[in-house]
DNA sequence: GGGCCCGCAGGG
DNA sequence: CCCTGCGGGCCC
């Protein structure tokens, strides 16, 4: 008989907004396991719940976005980083809450040893960068899924658009240029998509849009890509080498002589959104 | 199923 | 500030 999988999302009789005095209340009501470690989840199911007690002092917390660094690498007497974070526990477990749309169970330290369930959140992105100790460090943008909802049903809202994954993907001004360079063919594997309506194509940005990444909306910014690997590129699956060479499965980047893919973007995603760790299931 | 390793505690 | 801690995931 294998354990019960951890209960994912919100908890009867326990809404926002619920304090809990100490980690240890906080564990015997469900709502976060560890009795320390911040992150709980696993490998394979995504995290459920995260704790925030102010500890790293790279994490931003906005209310509604939460910055949120991995765990890892960092010498348990200073803190400091002394070794790559890497994608496994707590920080794979958040990557597969990116990659499965699962939403996490936010919790504040509010004063001392005062815990407050603070409601749903939805990892939004997941990348990696260096930090000032020379160390790979593991982000995740955290949105709380109230915010996310009422952000959908304003109309004034422009050009983001959240698909069923997490994945926040917004439209380009020149998505059709650059799919109509390529014939509508994947740059990455090649596939020309029909349908009875026409080719198919997606076009995707190298570099994402809007924070954490800010990458510009330009043709230089983006690739023509069929769905698949559209999928795989936005999730660090597949990268781009300077010879243009594929990273991560055999192949090269298709050119079309009208485009210019700007190699700095390509150096963007390699160093923070694709990644060569294969991950739990490989 | 058992040990091992780990961590945003908590108190002294 | 330092050290003991305890449950849980995960690998053997």
Redesign the pocket.
Known sequence: ?K?AA?PVGELPGCPPGTLFE???AL?EAGVH?????????????GAVS???????ED?QDSGHQIL??G????D??TGAQTAHQLL???N??LARSHLLGQPVRVVR?VAG?TYRYDGLFLVTACWHEVGRSGYRIWRFLLESEAALESEGTTAATAAPERHATTRLRRLSRHGAQVKAWHDHTCQLCGLRLLTPAGPYAEAAHIRPLGQPHGGPDTPENLLCLCPNCHVQFDLGGVGVAPDLTLLGRPGALRQARAHHVDPAQLAYHRTHIYSEEPG?MA
């Open positions: 008989m354990a951890p100490g980690r240890r564990s396991r560890p009795l320390q470690a911040g992150i709980a989840g696993t490998a394979l199911g995260v704790v925030l007690s102010g500890g790293y994490d949120y660094t765990e890892g690498g960092r348990p007497r496994t526990r707590g794979l477990a330290r040893a739990p």
